[in-house]
């Protein structure tokens, strides 16, 4: 179900920009000849990129964008807007690319096998693009930065720190667990030794109070056995002297 929802999702965007392709170079007046050469491509190709039937790669996206006067997160999104001109004052740098992809994913602690897995590629073709070796299609560089929560323009242009090499995710979850367990600990165990202290007292008044009782109650007892043996010996002086 999900590799069907996967698809479907591909073929939107995918569509949604051959759309805004197509649309914005007939309002800009040009013919696909004309674009064609602006890009570097056959008029065949450019035919085909604005029906969907096949898709041009990130190394086409700056020339496309400056010729349709667009910004490269605009056209991504299917957006005929321009708010930035980073495409027609800069160039793409296939070095730069693939090295921005490498440290995006590393920043994230990504593995090359869940990117591919998230975008509906082979961790083969994301080692690829990080290598310089290839280029993803639009669609593919779209569901990528995405992932990576960049801009386009971020990872086409600026120059991305080097991630500092530290511990894998699972170390940093099971250190996080740890502390939150010792934190638990912390509160409660003082918590406990301040009842049990004030639960010792009590114990000891209830036993002081409870021998009181018993005290009281033989009292009670040896008195209660001298007036009977009183009342008896009443009792057998009357019974004498009526003999």
């Given at each position: 179900m999900r590799f069907i929802f996967r698809i479907k999702y591909n073929q939107r965007m995918?569509?949604?920009?051959?759309?805004?392709?197509?649309?914005r170079r007939k309002e800009l007046g040009y013919t696909q000849k004309e674009f064609a050469d602006a890009i570097f491509y056959t008029p065949q190709a450019i035919s085909k990129y604005e029906t969907g039937?096949?898709?041009?790669?990130?190394?086409?996206?700056?020339?496309?964008?400056?010729?349709?006067?667009?910004?490269?997160?605009?056209?991504?999104?299917?957006?005929?807007e321009?708010?930035?001109?980073?495409?027609?004052?800069?160039?793409?740098?296939?070095?730069l690319f693939a090295r921005n992809l490498l440290y995006a994913r590393?920043?994230?602690?990504?593995?090359?096998?869940?990117?591919?897995?998230?975008?509906?590629?082979?961790?083969r073709s994301i080692l690829n693009y990080e290598k310089g070796k290839g280029f993803p299609s639009l669609t593919d560089f779209a569901k990528m930065s995405d992932l990576y929560q960049m801009n386009p323009s971020v990872i086409l242009f600026e120059e991305l720190p080097k991630p500092a090499k530290g511990i894998s995710r699972r170390v940093k979850l099971a250190i996080a667990l740890l502390s939150?367990?010792?934190?638990?600990?912390?509160?409660?165990?003082?918590?406990?030794?301040?009842l049990s202290k004030?639960?010792?007292?009590?114990?000891?008044?209830?036993?002081?109070?409870?021998s009181s009782s018993i005290t009281t109650s033989e009292s009670s007892i040896s008195e209660t056995s001298s007036v009977s043996d009183s009342s008896l010996t009443s009792s057998s002086s009357t019974i004498d002297s009526s003999l």
């Open positions: 995918r569509k949604q920009i051959a759309e805004l392709i197509a649309n039937l096949s898709e041009m790669d990130v190394s086409s996206l700056v020339p496309t964008c400056h010729f349709l006067e667009l910004d490269a997160d605009s056209l991504l999104r299917g957006i005929a321009k708010k930035n001109d980073f495409c027609d004052t800069k160039y793409f740098s296939p070095e590393e920043g994230l602690l990504l593995t090359r096998a869940q990117v591919g897995a998230a975008v509906g590629l082979s961790d939150t367990l010792v934190a638990v600990i912390g509160a409660v165990v003082p918590t406990a030794i301040h004030q639960q010792v007292p009590f114990e000891l008044g209830k036993s002081s109070s409870f």
